[in-house]
Protein backbone atom coordinates (compact mmCIF):
# COMPACT_ATOMS: atom_id res chain seq x y z
CA UNK A 1 0.00 0.00 0.00
CA UNK A 2 1.16 2.96 -0.91
CA UNK A 3 1.38 6.07 1.69
CA UNK A 4 1.12 9.77 1.50
CA UNK A 5 0.96 12.72 3.56
CA UNK A 6 -1.24 15.93 3.19
CA UNK A 7 -2.88 18.45 5.58
CA UNK A 8 -6.25 18.26 4.53
CA UNK A 9 -7.69 15.88 2.34
CA UNK A 10 -10.89 16.71 0.63
CA UNK A 11 -13.24 13.74 -0.99
CA UNK A 12 -15.15 15.13 -4.10
CA UNK A 13 -14.58 17.90 -6.42
CA UNK A 14 -18.36 19.08 -6.80
CA UNK A 15 -19.33 22.56 -5.79
CA UNK A 16 -18.84 21.33 -1.88
CA UNK A 17 -15.00 20.16 -2.53
CA UNK A 18 -13.74 23.07 -4.62
CA UNK A 19 -15.36 25.51 -2.84
CA UNK A 20 -13.49 23.75 0.67
CA UNK A 21 -10.01 24.13 -1.25
CA UNK A 22 -10.64 27.43 -2.50
CA UNK A 23 -11.05 28.37 1.09
CA UNK A 24 -8.72 26.24 3.14
CA UNK A 25 -6.00 27.62 0.59
CA UNK A 26 -7.60 31.12 1.16
CA UNK A 27 -7.29 31.25 5.11
CA UNK A 28 -3.66 29.18 5.15
CA UNK A 29 -1.47 29.26 1.64
CA UNK A 30 0.69 27.09 3.27
CA UNK A 31 -1.62 24.11 3.81
CA UNK A 32 -1.15 21.37 1.68
CA UNK A 33 -4.60 20.23 0.36
CA UNK A 34 -5.13 17.60 -1.46
CA UNK A 35 -8.56 16.63 -3.60
CA UNK A 36 -9.05 13.15 -4.18
CA UNK A 37 -12.02 12.47 -6.81
CA UNK A 38 -13.18 9.15 -8.50
CA UNK A 39 -13.52 11.01 -11.32
CA UNK A 40 -12.10 14.31 -13.17
CA UNK A 41 -11.46 17.13 -11.42
CA UNK A 42 -14.21 19.65 -13.19
CA UNK A 43 -15.68 16.78 -15.34
CA UNK A 44 -17.44 14.62 -12.67
CA UNK A 45 -20.43 15.28 -9.85
CA UNK A 46 -23.87 16.92 -9.65
CA UNK A 47 -22.63 19.97 -9.66
CA UNK A 48 -21.96 20.44 -13.31
CA UNK A 49 -25.14 19.21 -14.10
CA UNK A 50 -26.86 21.68 -12.39
CA UNK A 51 -29.17 23.26 -14.66
CA UNK A 52 -31.95 25.44 -13.44
CA UNK A 53 -29.69 27.40 -11.18
CA UNK A 54 -28.56 28.54 -7.06
CA UNK A 55 -31.55 29.97 -4.84
CA UNK A 56 -30.58 33.21 -3.10
CA UNK A 57 -32.54 36.16 -1.91
CA UNK A 58 -31.03 39.25 -3.80
CA UNK A 59 -33.77 41.17 -5.38
CA UNK A 60 -35.41 44.22 -4.00
CA UNK A 61 -38.85 42.72 -1.84
CA UNK A 62 -36.97 39.40 -1.18
CA UNK A 63 -35.16 38.72 1.88
CA UNK A 64 -33.35 35.51 3.79
CA UNK A 65 -36.45 35.87 6.04
CA UNK A 66 -38.86 35.21 3.37
CA UNK A 67 -36.31 32.46 1.55
CA UNK A 68 -35.72 30.81 5.09
CA UNK A 69 -39.31 30.16 5.11
CA UNK A 70 -39.97 28.69 2.15
CA UNK A 71 -37.21 26.24 2.98
CA UNK A 72 -38.40 25.54 6.03
CA UNK A 73 -42.14 24.92 4.77
CA UNK A 74 -41.18 23.01 1.75
CA UNK A 75 -39.36 21.10 4.52
CA UNK A 76 -42.10 20.54 6.73
CA UNK A 77 -40.54 21.68 9.51
CA UNK A 78 -37.58 18.90 9.58
CA UNK A 79 -35.16 21.41 9.02
CA UNK A 80 -32.23 21.82 11.36
CA UNK A 81 -32.98 25.91 11.15
CA UNK A 82 -29.81 26.68 11.99
CA UNK A 83 -28.35 25.02 8.96
CA UNK A 84 -31.08 26.03 7.00
CA UNK A 85 -30.09 29.80 8.28
CA UNK A 86 -27.27 29.68 7.49
CA UNK A 87 -27.71 28.19 3.91
CA UNK A 88 -29.79 31.14 3.40
CA UNK A 89 -27.86 33.87 4.72
CA UNK A 90 -24.39 32.55 3.18
CA UNK A 91 -25.74 32.27 0.01
CA UNK A 92 -26.13 36.05 -0.10
CA UNK A 93 -22.45 36.61 0.34
CA UNK A 94 -21.67 33.48 -1.98
CA UNK A 95 -23.11 33.99 -4.55
CA UNK A 96 -21.19 37.62 -4.94
CA UNK A 97 -17.92 35.39 -4.34
CA UNK A 98 -18.73 32.92 -6.71
CA UNK A 99 -18.72 35.98 -9.63
CA UNK A 100 -16.43 38.56 -7.82
CA UNK A 101 -13.52 36.43 -6.74
CA UNK A 102 -14.13 33.24 -8.83
CA UNK A 103 -15.32 34.80 -11.91
CA UNK A 104 -18.88 33.27 -13.02
CA UNK A 105 -21.24 35.28 -14.95
CA UNK A 106 -24.84 34.62 -14.24
CA UNK A 107 -27.21 36.10 -16.80
CA UNK A 108 -28.54 39.51 -15.91
CA UNK A 109 -31.22 41.60 -16.60
CA UNK A 110 -31.36 44.69 -19.12
CA UNK A 111 -30.52 47.29 -15.78
CA UNK A 112 -27.25 45.15 -15.05
CA UNK A 113 -28.74 43.22 -11.86
CA UNK A 114 -28.71 39.38 -12.07
CA UNK A 115 -31.73 37.80 -13.49
CA UNK A 116 -33.82 35.38 -11.25
CA UNK A 117 -36.15 33.31 -12.24
CA UNK A 118 -38.84 31.22 -10.84
CA UNK A 119 -38.70 27.56 -8.85
CA UNK A 120 -41.00 25.45 -7.55
CA UNK A 121 -42.36 25.69 -4.09
CA UNK A 122 -40.73 29.38 -3.17
CA UNK A 123 -42.86 32.86 -3.30
CA UNK A 124 -40.31 35.10 -5.06
CA UNK A 125 -38.12 34.12 -8.13
CA UNK A 126 -34.73 33.86 -6.79
CA UNK A 127 -33.33 31.38 -8.99
CA UNK A 128 -29.78 32.90 -10.15
CA UNK A 129 -28.61 31.33 -13.24
CA UNK A 130 -26.52 30.79 -16.23
CA UNK A 131 -29.15 29.71 -19.04
CA UNK A 132 -30.29 26.47 -18.47
CA UNK A 133 -27.05 24.68 -17.60
CA UNK A 134 -25.42 26.73 -14.82
CA UNK A 135 -23.03 24.20 -13.32
CA UNK A 136 -21.36 24.15 -16.21
CA UNK A 137 -20.38 27.81 -15.33
CA UNK A 138 -19.99 27.23 -11.92
CA UNK A 139 -17.39 24.38 -11.44
CA UNK A 140 -15.59 25.21 -14.94
CA UNK A 141 -14.43 28.78 -13.45
CA UNK A 142 -14.22 26.72 -9.84
CA UNK A 143 -11.53 24.29 -11.51
CA UNK A 144 -9.79 26.58 -12.96
CA UNK A 145 -9.02 28.45 -9.63
CA UNK A 146 -7.91 25.12 -8.15
CA UNK A 147 -5.57 24.25 -10.93
CA UNK A 148 -4.30 27.87 -10.97
CA UNK A 149 -3.39 27.36 -7.02
CA UNK A 150 -1.59 24.05 -7.36
CA UNK A 151 -3.77 22.32 -5.18
CA UNK A 152 -2.81 18.92 -5.20
CA UNK A 153 -4.93 16.17 -7.11
CA UNK A 154 -5.60 12.80 -7.12
CA UNK A 155 -7.92 12.28 -10.06
CA UNK A 156 -9.91 9.06 -10.81
CA UNK A 157 -8.59 7.92 -7.11
CA UNK A 158 -12.40 6.58 -5.47
CA UNK A 159 -11.90 6.95 -1.75
CA UNK A 160 -12.95 3.43 -0.04
CA UNK A 161 -12.27 3.91 3.88
CA UNK A 162 -12.34 6.35 6.57
CA UNK A 163 -9.46 5.40 8.52
CA UNK A 164 -9.19 6.30 12.35
CA UNK A 165 -6.56 6.86 14.63
CA UNK A 166 -4.67 4.23 16.12
CA UNK A 167 -6.73 4.52 19.72
CA UNK A 168 -9.62 4.91 17.27
CA UNK A 169 -10.57 8.46 18.33
CA UNK A 170 -10.03 10.82 15.38
CA UNK A 171 -9.81 10.50 11.97
CA UNK A 172 -5.93 10.01 10.52
CA UNK A 173 -6.40 9.30 6.57
CA UNK A 174 -8.38 7.58 3.88
CA UNK A 175 -7.71 4.17 2.09
CA UNK A 176 -7.92 5.18 -1.69
CA UNK A 177 -8.19 3.08 -5.12
CA UNK A 178 -6.62 4.07 -7.92
CA UNK A 179 -8.77 3.37 -10.92
CA UNK A 180 -5.80 4.06 -13.42
CA UNK A 181 -3.70 1.38 -11.93
CA UNK A 182 -5.95 -0.90 -9.23
CA UNK A 183 -3.80 0.16 -6.23
CA UNK A 184 -4.42 1.25 -2.75
CA UNK A 185 -3.10 3.98 -1.65
CA UNK A 186 -3.37 5.65 1.92
CA UNK A 187 -3.79 9.33 2.30
CA UNK A 188 -2.98 10.44 6.01
CA UNK A 189 -4.74 13.72 6.51
CA UNK A 190 -4.71 15.84 9.28
CA UNK A 191 -8.26 16.67 8.02
CA UNK A 192 -10.29 14.72 5.89
CA UNK A 193 -13.65 16.56 4.46
CA UNK A 194 -16.88 14.12 3.05
CA UNK A 195 -17.88 15.92 0.02
CA UNK A 196 -18.78 12.76 -2.55
CA UNK A 197 -22.35 14.29 -3.04
CA UNK A 198 -24.85 11.56 -1.91
CA UNK A 199 -26.75 10.70 -4.71
CA UNK A 200 -29.53 8.07 -5.17
CA UNK A 201 -28.58 5.76 -8.37
CA UNK A 202 -30.26 3.09 -6.36
CA UNK A 203 -33.79 3.95 -8.58
CA UNK A 204 -34.86 2.63 -11.85
CA UNK A 205 -34.97 5.96 -13.03
CA UNK A 206 -32.17 8.05 -11.27
CA UNK A 207 -30.34 11.63 -12.69
CA UNK A 208 -27.19 11.98 -10.57
CA UNK A 209 -23.57 11.50 -12.77
CA UNK A 210 -22.81 8.08 -12.74
CA UNK A 211 -19.82 8.67 -10.85
CA UNK A 212 -22.20 8.38 -7.41
CA UNK A 213 -23.13 5.57 -5.66
CA UNK A 214 -23.33 6.92 -2.49
CA UNK A 215 -19.75 6.03 -1.40
CA UNK A 216 -19.69 8.82 1.38
CA UNK A 217 -22.37 7.68 3.13
CA UNK A 218 -21.70 4.35 3.64
CA UNK A 219 -18.09 5.13 4.52
CA UNK A 220 -19.68 7.09 7.16
CA UNK A 221 -22.21 4.26 7.99
CA UNK A 222 -19.18 1.82 8.33
CA UNK A 223 -17.58 4.21 10.99
CA UNK A 224 -20.23 3.97 12.57
CA UNK A 225 -21.19 8.21 12.36
CA UNK A 226 -25.27 8.94 12.45
CA UNK A 227 -27.26 9.71 9.36
CA UNK A 228 -30.20 12.10 9.60
CA UNK A 229 -33.07 11.86 6.93
CA UNK A 230 -32.08 8.98 5.27
CA UNK A 231 -36.17 8.62 4.36
CA UNK A 232 -36.16 11.55 2.22
CA UNK A 233 -35.13 10.83 -1.35
CA UNK A 234 -36.53 13.80 -3.48
CA UNK A 235 -37.59 12.81 -6.70
CA UNK A 236 -37.63 15.38 -9.87
CA UNK A 237 -41.12 15.06 -11.42
CA UNK A 238 -39.86 15.57 -14.72
CA UNK A 239 -36.87 13.14 -15.80
CA UNK A 240 -37.19 12.25 -19.48
CA UNK A 241 -38.59 8.79 -20.99
CA UNK A 242 -37.16 7.95 -23.64
CA UNK A 243 -37.73 4.42 -23.52
CA UNK A 244 -35.48 1.58 -21.75
CA UNK A 245 -32.53 1.49 -24.37
CA UNK A 246 -31.00 4.90 -23.23
CA UNK A 247 -29.32 6.29 -20.42
CA UNK A 248 -30.86 9.41 -20.90
CA UNK A 249 -34.03 8.20 -19.70
CA UNK A 250 -34.59 9.56 -16.33
CA UNK A 251 -31.86 12.30 -16.53
CA UNK A 252 -34.03 15.79 -15.94
CA UNK A 253 -35.32 18.81 -18.17
CA UNK A 254 -35.43 21.57 -15.17
CA UNK A 255 -37.75 22.80 -13.03
CA UNK A 256 -37.88 26.20 -14.92
CA UNK A 257 -39.76 24.55 -17.32
CA UNK A 258 -43.00 24.35 -14.87
CA UNK A 259 -42.23 27.35 -13.30
CA UNK A 260 -42.37 29.23 -16.59
CA UNK A 261 -45.70 28.17 -17.28
CA UNK A 262 -44.91 24.50 -18.40
CA UNK A 263 -48.12 22.02 -18.00
CA UNK A 264 -48.31 18.34 -17.21
CA UNK A 265 -51.17 15.80 -18.81
CA UNK A 266 -52.20 12.91 -18.88
CA UNK A 267 -52.95 10.93 -21.55
CA UNK A 268 -55.83 11.58 -22.68
CA UNK A 269 -54.43 15.60 -22.22
CA UNK A 270 -55.96 16.37 -18.72
CA UNK A 271 -54.16 18.89 -16.92
CA UNK A 272 -53.97 16.44 -14.01
CA UNK A 273 -52.19 18.74 -11.58
CA UNK A 274 -55.28 21.24 -10.76
CA UNK A 275 -56.70 17.99 -9.17
CA UNK A 276 -54.07 18.48 -6.77
CA UNK A 277 -52.73 21.40 -5.42
CA UNK A 278 -53.82 25.03 -6.05
CA UNK A 279 -50.39 25.93 -7.67
CA UNK A 280 -50.17 22.80 -9.84
CA UNK A 281 -47.06 22.77 -11.61
CA UNK A 282 -45.56 24.99 -9.14
CA UNK A 283 -45.95 23.06 -6.39
CA UNK A 284 -43.17 21.23 -4.85
CA UNK A 285 -41.55 18.45 -6.10
CA UNK A 286 -42.81 15.53 -3.66
CA UNK A 287 -46.32 16.75 -4.62
CA UNK A 288 -45.85 17.00 -8.09
CA UNK A 289 -43.95 13.56 -8.52
CA UNK A 290 -46.92 12.22 -6.74
CA UNK A 291 -49.31 13.05 -8.42
CA UNK A 292 -47.23 11.69 -11.82
CA UNK A 293 -46.94 8.47 -9.92
CA UNK A 294 -50.90 8.05 -9.41
CA UNK A 295 -51.19 8.61 -13.05
CA UNK A 296 -48.78 6.10 -14.46
CA UNK A 297 -49.94 3.27 -11.70
CA UNK A 298 -53.64 3.92 -13.22
CA UNK A 299 -51.88 3.68 -16.46
CA UNK A 300 -52.84 7.26 -18.19
CA UNK A 301 -49.33 7.37 -19.80
CA UNK A 302 -47.60 7.15 -23.21
CA UNK A 303 -46.04 4.78 -24.89
CA UNK A 304 -43.10 4.56 -22.71
CA UNK A 305 -44.99 4.99 -19.52
CA UNK A 306 -44.35 8.26 -18.41
CA UNK A 307 -46.91 11.67 -18.54
CA UNK A 308 -46.66 14.50 -21.00
CA UNK A 309 -44.85 17.83 -20.29
CA UNK A 310 -45.74 20.46 -23.25
CA UNK A 311 -45.15 24.28 -23.17
CA UNK A 312 -46.63 24.40 -26.47
CA UNK A 313 -49.41 27.51 -25.27
CA UNK A 314 -46.27 29.24 -24.45
CA UNK A 315 -44.84 31.84 -26.82
CA UNK A 316 -42.15 29.78 -28.74
CA UNK A 317 -39.39 32.24 -28.88
CA UNK A 318 -39.32 32.59 -24.86
CA UNK A 319 -39.24 29.02 -24.70
CA UNK A 320 -36.33 28.66 -27.38
CA UNK A 321 -34.63 31.16 -25.88
CA UNK A 322 -34.90 30.85 -22.14
CA UNK A 323 -34.68 27.09 -22.21
CA UNK A 324 -32.33 26.34 -25.45
CA UNK A 325 -30.32 23.15 -23.54
CA UNK A 326 -33.61 21.95 -22.64
CA UNK A 327 -35.27 22.26 -26.22
CA UNK A 328 -31.84 20.39 -27.67
CA UNK A 329 -31.63 18.05 -24.84
CA UNK A 330 -35.48 16.86 -25.73
CA UNK A 331 -34.75 16.64 -29.44
CA UNK A 332 -32.03 14.77 -29.22
CA UNK A 333 -34.30 11.70 -28.25
CA UNK A 334 -36.78 12.74 -30.59
CA UNK A 335 -39.40 15.08 -28.29
CA UNK A 336 -40.25 18.95 -29.35
CA UNK A 337 -40.26 21.13 -26.52
CA UNK A 338 -41.25 23.83 -27.98
CA UNK A 339 -44.85 22.84 -29.85
CA UNK A 340 -44.95 19.17 -28.80
CA UNK A 341 -45.17 17.03 -25.91
CA UNK A 342 -42.46 15.49 -23.86
CA UNK A 343 -42.40 12.19 -22.32
CA UNK A 344 -41.61 12.11 -18.09
CA UNK A 345 -41.27 10.49 -15.15
CA UNK A 346 -40.76 10.95 -11.58
CA UNK A 347 -37.10 10.14 -10.85
CA UNK A 348 -34.47 10.03 -8.07
CA UNK A 349 -32.59 13.18 -7.81
CA UNK A 350 -31.16 14.17 -4.47
CA UNK A 351 -31.28 12.71 -0.78
CA UNK A 352 -32.69 15.04 2.09
CA UNK A 353 -30.86 12.81 4.33
CA UNK A 354 -26.94 12.44 5.35
CA UNK A 355 -24.38 12.55 7.68
CA UNK A 356 -25.63 14.62 10.57
CA UNK A 357 -22.80 17.95 10.91
CA UNK A 358 -23.15 21.53 12.84
CA UNK A 359 -22.83 24.78 11.29
CA UNK A 360 -18.83 24.84 10.94
CA UNK A 361 -19.00 21.25 9.05
CA UNK A 362 -17.70 19.00 11.86
CA UNK A 363 -18.98 15.89 12.19
CA UNK A 364 -19.26 13.71 15.66
CA UNK A 365 -15.39 11.92 14.83
CA UNK A 366 -12.25 15.16 15.10
CA UNK A 367 -10.70 15.83 12.17
CA UNK A 368 -13.89 14.64 9.60
CA UNK A 369 -15.98 17.52 8.50
CA UNK A 370 -18.68 17.30 5.83
CA UNK A 371 -20.33 19.65 3.35
CA UNK A 372 -22.85 19.41 0.55
CA UNK A 373 -25.17 16.19 -0.17
CA UNK A 374 -23.40 13.97 1.47
CA UNK A 375 -24.92 15.89 4.83
CA UNK A 376 -28.34 15.73 6.05
CA UNK A 377 -30.58 18.40 7.76
CA UNK A 378 -30.47 21.63 5.75
CA UNK A 379 -33.69 20.52 3.71
CA UNK A 380 -35.69 18.60 6.17
CA UNK A 381 -38.17 16.56 4.07
CA UNK A 382 -37.79 18.27 0.81
CA UNK A 383 -35.23 20.54 -1.03
CA UNK A 384 -36.07 23.59 -3.23
CA UNK A 385 -35.20 23.04 -6.61
CA UNK A 386 -32.18 25.87 -6.23
CA UNK A 387 -31.37 25.26 -2.43
CA UNK A 388 -29.03 22.06 -3.32
CA UNK A 389 -25.91 23.88 -5.25
CA UNK A 390 -26.37 26.64 -2.73
CA UNK A 391 -26.15 24.01 -0.12
CA UNK A 392 -22.81 22.85 -1.49
CA UNK A 393 -21.39 25.70 -2.29
CA UNK A 394 -22.44 27.38 1.14
CA UNK A 395 -20.96 24.80 3.02
CA UNK A 396 -17.91 23.68 1.29
CA UNK A 397 -16.77 27.03 1.57
CA UNK A 398 -17.76 26.97 5.33
CA UNK A 399 -15.83 23.50 6.19
CA UNK A 400 -12.41 24.90 3.91
CA UNK A 401 -12.36 27.70 6.32
CA UNK A 402 -13.13 25.61 9.40
CA UNK A 403 -10.88 22.70 8.37
CA UNK A 404 -7.88 25.30 8.25
CA UNK A 405 -9.16 26.84 11.64
CA UNK A 406 -9.32 23.62 12.88
CA UNK A 407 -5.86 22.68 12.04
CA UNK A 408 -4.38 25.51 13.94
CA UNK A 409 -6.20 24.78 16.72
CA UNK A 410 -5.47 20.76 17.00
CA UNK A 411 -3.01 20.22 14.50
CA UNK A 412 -1.32 17.14 15.51
CA UNK A 413 -0.65 14.61 13.03
CA UNK A 414 -1.92 11.11 14.81
CA UNK A 415 -1.26 7.69 13.83
CA UNK A 416 -3.71 5.56 11.09
CA UNK A 417 -4.97 2.42 12.26
CA UNK A 418 -3.01 0.09 9.66
CA UNK A 419 -4.95 -3.03 10.72
CA UNK A 420 -7.97 -0.93 9.70
CA UNK A 421 -6.31 0.15 6.39
CA UNK A 422 -4.99 -3.18 5.77
CA UNK A 423 -9.09 -4.93 6.62
CA UNK A 424 -10.44 -2.54 3.92
CA UNK A 425 -8.13 -3.76 1.13
CA UNK A 426 -8.90 -6.80 2.13
CA UNK A 427 -12.63 -5.96 1.77
CA UNK A 428 -12.29 -4.29 -1.57
CA UNK A 429 -10.58 -7.17 -3.34
CA UNK A 430 -12.99 -9.83 -1.90
CA UNK A 431 -14.44 -10.47 -4.85
CA UNK A 432 -11.84 -10.51 -6.85
CA UNK A 433 -10.58 -14.22 -8.28
CA UNK A 434 -12.88 -15.27 -10.68
CA UNK A 435 -12.04 -16.28 -14.37
CA UNK A 436 -14.51 -14.89 -16.65
CA UNK A 437 -16.21 -11.22 -16.76
CA UNK A 438 -19.19 -11.35 -14.01
CA UNK A 439 -22.17 -9.68 -15.20
CA UNK A 440 -23.81 -7.42 -12.14
CA UNK A 441 -26.37 -6.43 -14.31
CA UNK A 442 -28.80 -9.02 -12.88
CA UNK A 443 -28.06 -7.34 -9.35
CA UNK A 444 -28.41 -3.82 -10.42
CA UNK A 445 -31.72 -4.05 -12.13
CA UNK A 446 -33.09 -6.28 -9.06
CA UNK A 447 -32.14 -3.51 -7.17
CA UNK A 448 -33.43 -0.22 -9.55
CA UNK A 449 -36.39 -2.33 -9.37
CA UNK A 450 -36.54 -3.44 -5.60
CA UNK A 451 -36.44 0.53 -4.86
CA UNK A 452 -38.67 1.91 -7.26
CA UNK A 453 -41.19 -0.53 -6.46
CA UNK A 454 -41.41 -0.60 -3.09
CA UNK A 455 -39.12 2.12 -1.42
CA UNK A 456 -40.03 5.03 -4.14
CA UNK A 457 -42.64 7.88 -4.50
CA UNK A 458 -45.51 5.95 -2.95
CA UNK A 459 -44.41 3.56 -0.17
CA UNK A 460 -45.85 1.01 2.22
CA UNK A 461 -44.73 -1.45 5.29
CA UNK A 462 -45.44 -4.75 2.92
CA UNK A 463 -43.22 -2.99 0.17
CA UNK A 464 -41.12 -1.96 2.78
CA UNK A 465 -40.75 -5.44 4.04
CA UNK A 466 -39.88 -6.79 1.01
CA UNK A 467 -36.83 -4.59 -0.15
CA UNK A 468 -35.50 -5.11 2.92
CA UNK A 469 -35.89 -9.22 1.86
CA UNK A 470 -34.11 -8.54 -1.50
CA UNK A 471 -31.61 -6.44 -0.03
CA UNK A 472 -30.69 -8.74 1.62
CA UNK A 473 -30.64 -11.02 -1.08
CA UNK A 474 -28.78 -8.91 -3.24
CA UNK A 475 -25.98 -8.64 -0.91
CA UNK A 476 -25.79 -12.37 -0.27
CA UNK A 477 -25.24 -12.78 -4.34
CA UNK A 478 -23.15 -10.08 -5.03
CA UNK A 479 -20.90 -11.13 -2.20
CA UNK A 480 -20.48 -14.46 -3.93
CA UNK A 481 -20.04 -12.95 -7.44
CA UNK A 482 -16.47 -12.75 -8.46
CA UNK A 483 -14.68 -10.66 -10.60
CA UNK A 484 -11.29 -11.24 -12.81
CA UNK A 485 -8.51 -9.99 -11.03
CA UNK A 486 -6.98 -8.57 -14.12
CA UNK A 487 -6.66 -6.26 -15.72
CA UNK A 488 -6.33 -4.55 -12.07
CA UNK A 489 -6.05 -0.60 -14.45
CA UNK A 490 -9.59 0.23 -14.93
CA UNK A 491 -11.58 -2.59 -14.07
CA UNK A 492 -14.89 -1.30 -14.15
CA UNK A 493 -16.44 -4.21 -13.40
CA UNK A 494 -14.60 -4.23 -9.83
CA UNK A 495 -15.85 -0.66 -9.45
CA UNK A 496 -19.44 -1.65 -10.31
CA UNK A 497 -19.10 -4.56 -7.52
CA UNK A 498 -17.84 -1.83 -5.23
CA UNK A 499 -20.42 1.18 -6.15
CA UNK A 500 -23.16 -1.59 -5.95
CA UNK A 501 -22.19 -2.84 -2.22
CA UNK A 502 -22.33 0.83 -1.24
CA UNK A 503 -25.42 1.49 -3.26
CA UNK A 504 -27.03 -1.67 -1.05
CA UNK A 505 -26.16 -0.85 2.50
CA UNK A 506 -27.30 2.98 1.75
CA UNK A 507 -30.86 1.66 0.03
CA UNK A 508 -30.74 -0.87 3.39
CA UNK A 509 -30.41 2.77 5.31
CA UNK A 510 -33.31 4.08 3.60
CA UNK A 511 -35.32 1.25 4.08
CA UNK A 512 -34.83 0.97 7.69
CA UNK A 513 -35.42 5.02 8.06
CA UNK A 514 -39.15 4.80 5.79
CA UNK A 515 -40.45 1.95 7.72
CA UNK A 516 -39.47 3.77 11.02
CA UNK A 517 -41.45 6.71 9.65
CA UNK A 518 -45.02 5.56 10.11
CA UNK A 519 -46.06 9.06 8.36
CA UNK A 520 -46.54 11.24 5.66
CA UNK A 521 -44.14 13.79 5.22
CA UNK A 522 -42.85 15.71 2.70
CA UNK A 523 -40.75 13.37 -0.07
CA UNK A 524 -41.75 9.99 2.34
CA UNK A 525 -45.33 9.21 1.43
CA UNK A 526 -46.77 6.12 3.14
CA UNK A 527 -50.27 4.77 1.49
CA UNK A 528 -50.96 2.75 4.64
CA UNK A 529 -50.14 6.27 7.38
CA UNK A 530 -51.23 9.17 5.26
CA UNK A 531 -51.19 11.46 7.79
CA UNK A 532 -49.41 14.14 8.11
CA UNK A 533 -47.56 14.41 11.19
CA UNK A 534 -48.01 17.74 13.53
CA UNK A 535 -45.23 19.86 12.66
CA UNK A 536 -45.05 21.47 16.44
CA UNK A 537 -44.00 17.59 16.88
CA UNK A 538 -41.92 16.76 13.80
CA UNK A 539 -38.94 14.74 14.61
CA UNK A 540 -36.68 13.10 12.23
CA UNK A 541 -34.65 10.21 11.59
CA UNK A 542 -31.44 9.27 12.84
CA UNK A 543 -29.72 6.05 11.68
CA UNK A 544 -26.36 4.40 12.37
CA UNK A 545 -25.25 1.00 11.70
CA UNK A 546 -24.51 -1.63 14.65
CA UNK A 547 -22.87 -4.72 13.32
CA UNK A 548 -24.85 -5.61 10.37
CA UNK A 549 -27.70 -4.21 11.77
CA UNK A 550 -28.81 -0.78 10.80
CA UNK A 551 -30.78 0.92 14.23
CA UNK A 552 -33.13 4.12 13.27
CA UNK A 553 -34.25 6.50 16.42
CA UNK A 554 -36.56 9.41 16.47
CA UNK A 555 -35.19 12.41 17.17
CA UNK A 556 -37.21 15.96 18.18
CA UNK A 557 -36.66 19.34 15.77
CA UNK A 558 -35.32 22.09 17.62
CA UNK A 559 -36.93 24.78 16.48
CA UNK A 560 -34.42 27.40 16.98
CA UNK A 561 -35.48 30.26 15.18
CA UNK A 562 -39.55 30.12 14.29
CA UNK A 563 -42.02 27.74 15.52
CA UNK A 564 -44.92 25.91 13.56
CA UNK A 565 -47.59 28.45 13.01
CA UNK A 566 -44.97 31.40 13.44
CA UNK A 567 -42.84 33.38 10.62
CA UNK A 568 -39.76 35.47 10.38
CA UNK A 569 -41.98 37.51 7.76
CA UNK A 570 -44.03 40.30 9.40
CA UNK A 571 -47.62 40.01 9.41
CA UNK A 572 -47.25 37.27 7.70
CA UNK A 573 -47.80 34.22 10.59
C1 LIG B 1 -29.11 16.83 -13.50
C2 LIG B 1 -29.06 17.60 -12.23
C3 LIG B 1 -29.51 18.90 -12.21
C4 LIG B 1 -29.46 19.63 -11.03
N1 LIG B 1 -29.91 20.92 -11.05
C5 LIG B 1 -29.87 21.65 -9.91
C6 LIG B 1 -30.28 23.01 -9.92
O1 LIG B 1 -30.70 23.56 -10.93
N2 LIG B 1 -30.18 23.69 -8.75
C7 LIG B 1 -29.72 23.13 -7.60
O2 LIG B 1 -29.67 23.80 -6.58
N3 LIG B 1 -29.31 21.84 -7.58
C8 LIG B 1 -29.38 21.09 -8.70
N4 LIG B 1 -28.96 19.79 -8.67
C9 LIG B 1 -28.42 19.24 -7.41
C10 LIG B 1 -26.99 19.68 -7.23
O3 LIG B 1 -26.25 19.31 -8.34
C11 LIG B 1 -26.37 19.04 -6.00
O4 LIG B 1 -27.18 19.34 -4.92
C12 LIG B 1 -25.00 19.59 -5.62
O5 LIG B 1 -24.37 20.16 -6.71
C13 LIG B 1 -24.15 18.54 -5.00
O6 LIG B 1 -22.85 19.06 -4.79
P1 LIG B 1 -21.75 18.18 -4.06
O7 LIG B 1 -20.49 18.96 -4.11
O8 LIG B 1 -22.26 17.76 -2.74
O9 LIG B 1 -21.62 16.85 -4.93
P2 LIG B 1 -21.23 16.65 -6.48
O10 LIG B 1 -21.23 17.91 -7.24
O11 LIG B 1 -22.08 15.56 -6.98
O12 LIG B 1 -19.73 16.14 -6.41
C14 LIG B 1 -19.40 14.88 -5.87
C15 LIG B 1 -17.95 14.60 -6.16
O13 LIG B 1 -17.54 13.47 -5.38
C16 LIG B 1 -16.82 12.57 -6.22
N5 LIG B 1 -16.92 11.24 -5.63
C17 LIG B 1 -18.00 10.42 -5.53
N6 LIG B 1 -17.65 9.29 -4.89
C18 LIG B 1 -16.34 9.39 -4.57
C19 LIG B 1 -15.40 8.55 -3.91
N7 LIG B 1 -15.73 7.35 -3.45
N8 LIG B 1 -14.13 9.00 -3.77
C20 LIG B 1 -13.74 10.21 -4.25
N9 LIG B 1 -14.58 11.04 -4.89
C21 LIG B 1 -15.87 10.64 -5.03
C22 LIG B 1 -17.48 12.72 -7.58
O14 LIG B 1 -16.64 12.23 -8.61
C23 LIG B 1 -17.66 14.23 -7.62
O15 LIG B 1 -16.45 14.85 -7.99
C24 LIG B 1 -28.99 19.04 -9.85
C25 LIG B 1 -28.54 17.72 -9.87
C26 LIG B 1 -28.59 17.00 -11.04
C27 LIG B 1 -28.13 15.59 -11.03
Not at 120 to 129: I, L
Not at 299 to 318: E, I, W, Y
Request: aromatic share 6%.
Amino acid sequence: MNRIRTDILILGSGGAGLLAALHAHKADPRLHITIAVKGLLGKSGCTRMVQGGYNVALAAGDSAERHFMDTIEGGKWLNDQDLAWTLVTTAQQRIRELENEWGCFFDRNADGTVHQKAFAGQTFDRTVHKGDLTGIEIVNRLAEQVWARGINRLEEHRALALIRSVDGSAVAGVLLLDLRTGGFTLVEARAVLLATGGGPTMYKYHTPSGDKSCDGMAMALRLGLKLRDMEMVQFHPTGLMAGPDTRITGTIIEEGLRGSGGHLLDNAGERFMLRYDARAERATRDIVSRAMYEQMRAGRTGPNGGVFLTMKHLDPASVRAMFKGMVERCADVGFDLVSGLVEVTPTAHYMMGGVRFALDCTTALPGLFAAGEDTGGVHGANRLGGNGVANSTVFGGIAGASMARWLGEHGARVEPDLGQAEAAVAAATAPLGGDKAADLDDIRCALYDAMWNDAGVIRDGAGLERAENTLHVLDVQLAATRIPAEPREFNMAWHDWLNLKNLILVSRAIVAAAQAREDSCGAHFREDFLKEPDPAGASFTESHLVGDTIRVARRPVAFTRVRPGESLLKGAA
